[in-house]
Nanobody
Framework: QVQLVESGGGLVPPGGSLRLSCVAS????????MGWFRQAPGKEREFIAA????????EYGDSVEGRFTISRENGKNTMYLQMNDLKLEDTAIYYC???????????WGQGTQVTVSS
């Protein structure tokens, strides 16, 4: 059973930083990518960033490129999202995902709340 557990969310003032973590377990597929998405109240889920299984390839959404950095630590099955220069519009629930590229099946965590407020 695939499980993803996010942590690291919280309340931060504009311009501040947070680092989210996502620990993955229970997966057996070898060709996959991991990613971060977010959803603000009343809005659709938005792509934030993705990283290949090897960590060699990354991709970012336009709204966060240059401010957020995705990374992973394979030995710990952990993915991170370093968020810098946070803005009010970054407020959302952040979800991590793992996508089995062979079966095109995605799995999701429960989400962690990030609130940017002065």
């Amino acid at each position: 059973q695939v499980q993803l557990v996010e942590s690291g969310g919280g309340l931060v003032p504009p311009g501040g930083s947070l680092r989210l973590s996502c620990v993955a377990s229970g997966y057996t597929f070898s060709d996959y990518e991991m990613g971060w998405f977010r959803q603000a109240p009343g809005k659709e889920r938005e792509f934030i960033a993705a990283i290949s299984w090897s960590g060699g390839m990354t991709e970012y959404g336009d709204s966060v490129e240059g401010r957020f950095t995705i990374s992973r630590e394979n030995g710990k099955n952990t993915m991170y999202l370093q968020m810098n220069d946070l803005k009010l519009e970054d407020t959302a629930i952040y979800y991590c995902s793992i996508n089995d590229l062979k079966s095109e099946t995605s799995y999701w965590g429960q989400g962690t709340q990030v609130t940017v407020s002065s």
